[in-house]
């Protein structure tokens, strides 16, 4: 407990200065002064020693927080504090809640008055600015002294914690947005889908449009109507994301970082392929280590949640051989390997032989991720040397780069290379395409 001088006592120590400043034309005041001088600093003394002993002895105050046991990262949530006053008198007093720093707060602090016996309900804003687990570790207060001259500084262990989960409801609302061409992918409207390996769905009436392989002439014939066959995408098929937790996906182009971006594409398009009734994986690479086998069922989504919530990128680099051999030895089906990664040209020589090595019994979709700031130090003007050095050099790397990826191609490679805050859409009409292909 600090004590800190309340502004009764500022009042007080400039009266006492004033009679000083008279004492100094006028000697005869000067006893008097001397006299007031000990009497401020003695009431000073008595009002902190009475008031901490009476504080601490009986705390006049209880808080209780109210906390949501999740949190969405980058969205406004807003926390309560009930305050109490268990005393006989009014507490006048500041409230501060202590957070972790990857909380951004405004409202803070609050100034209340609490009747005895009496309690108050205060709410504060709160930020998210980092995925995974975060403790409110204690409350701070500041209450008035019994006369008034100290505010008294006590901190109350009110500890509480919570998640930080990646934004999902956002996103999912706005990339359903913007694949609105694909909403029959998400059981809205059945899409037939043409060519080999198509599952039967249902028989129909015939609808002007359908292809006159899709009639089915025996039904036709009974019930004397044209009836066309609608099939479906294949199901129980596995997609299996394998998530590059290296340190280029700590890149930031914006409010989120690419490995943010990464984490939500990768969230709403589990929620797509469960829609089609094919399982789910995730193995992460160059960093923390995590699996999780694919699996049907919604409760899928909340599994890959409470796996990555509080997953962040480390310092190492990525090594696609290793993350590859790796998941040929966990999981031997066939599935849809999504490598999500943030590629430069030195990592061909890794990369290529990585996703041959998986192609040998599974199909593999490469999204890598576009930087912003290649594009901004392009659209720079070159004025001196240092700046067409800057230029020279990013252009190289972009064609090094270019290189990589037509490398891949050539491979017959699926590769996607987009910036972060398109991978969502590109990504799920990507895994869309390939269901509708049957190549999977």
Partial sequence: MIPIPDKNTFY???GLAFIGLLASFLPALIPLWKIMLGLILVILLIDLLISTFLNNRNQPIEIKRDLPGSLPLG?????GLRISNKSNKTQRLDVFDHFPEQIQSEGLPVKLSIPAGQHA??????????????IFPKVQIKLQSLLKLWKLNFF????????VYPNFAAISHYALLATDNNLSQLGIIKKRRRGEGQDFHQLREYREGDALRQIDWKATARIQKLISREYQDERDQEIIFMLDCGHRMLAKDDELSHFDHTLNALLLLSYVALRQGDAV???TFAGDQRWIAPRKGYHTVQNILNTVYDLQPSSESPDYSKAATDLLIRHKKRSLVIILTNLRDEDSDDLLPAIQ???????VLLANLQEASIDKTLEQPIDDLPSALKNAATQKFLQHRQTTFEKLISSGINTLDV????????LINAYLGIKRSGIL
Avoid at 156 to 163: A, E, F, G, M
Avoid at 419 to 426: D, F, G, M, R
Wanted: glycine share 8%; charged share 25%.
């Fill in 156 to 163: 109350l262990p009110v500890k509480d914690k919570t998640n």
């Fill in 12 to 14: 007080l120590l400039g």
């Fill in 419 to 426: 910036s972060p805050n398109k991978l969502t859409v590109e």
């Fill in 75 to 79: 969205v406004s949530r807003h926390i």
């Fill in 121 to 134: 309900d205060i709410q504060y804003k709160i930020i998210a600015q980092q995925r995974g687990k975060l």
């Fill in 357 to 363: 090595l998986l192609r040998k019994r599974h199909l």
């Fill in 281 to 283: 994986g995730l193995g």
